[in-house]
T-cell receptor, first 114, second 114 residues
Framework: LAKTTQPISMDSYEGQEVNITCSHN???????ITWYQQFPSQGPRFIIQ???TKVTNEVASLFIPADRKSSTLSLPRVSLSDTAVYYC???????????????FGTGTQLKVEL | NAGVTQTPKFQVLKTGQSMTLQCAQD?????MSWYRQDPGMGLRLIHY???????DQGEVPNGYNVSRSTTEDFPLRLLSAAPSQTSVYFC?????????????FGEGSRLTVL
């Protein structure tokens, strides 16, 4: 299983772009990269998933370089409500192999201030 | 849609007592899993199931039992509770045929063992 490393915490201000980088040096060929967001006293919520290059949805972008050993979650123009813990996960898509044992690291605590 | 429902939301046990945390999902997901989250830490996988009658261990299975008799339900049993099992427990499910393998989480069950 690919291990991930993220910064423990980050601080930002409203309106800024926030980039959270995750390292996953041992990522396997079949592994996807997925990011989740967790607010206090709630379960994590899916944000975005990608395999390579760039993926964008209505809330975030995910940048994955060619070697796939890292990924960057980009949150444009953050607000106070984006204060949360963000987790990077690496594992196979589907229900085979590592895709079943989806492990969460300690995540990155993002704090957004006025 | 109810999604993933966990009961109870709060529970206090004495050391040595047993109990079952219930998890039910109404999305016809084949994959279900249990995580525990300790203060300031990420989520650790306890057990998971890829379908009725099939279960397997995660990172921290000791002290917990699971069974999967139906697609909808995935109960987590503590046979003899210990203070070290004080934690917040999250149940999650996933669609086998989904494009992203997104995990859907319940709201959590907060367990205190005295």
């Amino acid at each position: 299983l690919a291990k991930t490393t993220q910064p423990i915490s980050m601080d930002s201000y409203e309106g800024q772009e926030v980039n959270i980088t995750c390292s996953h040096n041992n990522i396997a060929t079949n592994d996807y990269i997925t990011w989740y967001q967790q607010f206090p006293s709630q379960g994590p919520r899916f944000i975005i998933q990608g395999y390579k290059t760039k993926v964008t949805n209505e809330v975030a972008s995910l940048f994955i370089p060619a070697d796939r050993k890292s990924s960057t979650l980009s949150l444009p123009r953050v607000s106070l409500s984006d204060t949360a813990v963000y987790y990077c996960l690496v594992g196979e898509g589907g229900l085979t192999g590592g895709g079943n044992k989806l492990t969460f690291g300690t995540g990155t605590q993002l704090k957004v201030e006025l | 849609n109810a999604g993933v429902t966990q009961t109870p939301k709060f529970q206090v046990l004495k050391t040595g007592q047993s109990m079952t945390l219930q998890c039910a999902q109404d999305m016809n997901h084949e994959y279900m899993s249990w995580y525990r989250q300790d203060p300031g830490m990420g989520l650790r996988l306890i057990h998971y199931s890829v379908g009725a009658g099939i279960t397997d261990q995660g990172e921290v299975p000791n002290g917990y039992n699971v069974s999967r008799s139906t697609t909808e339900d995935f109960p987590l049993r503590l046979l003899s509770a210990a203070p070290s099992q004080t934690s917040v427990y999250f149940c999650a499910s996933r669609d086998r045929g989904g494009n992203t393998g997104e995990l859907f989480f319940g709201e959590g069950s907060r367990l205190t063992v005295l």
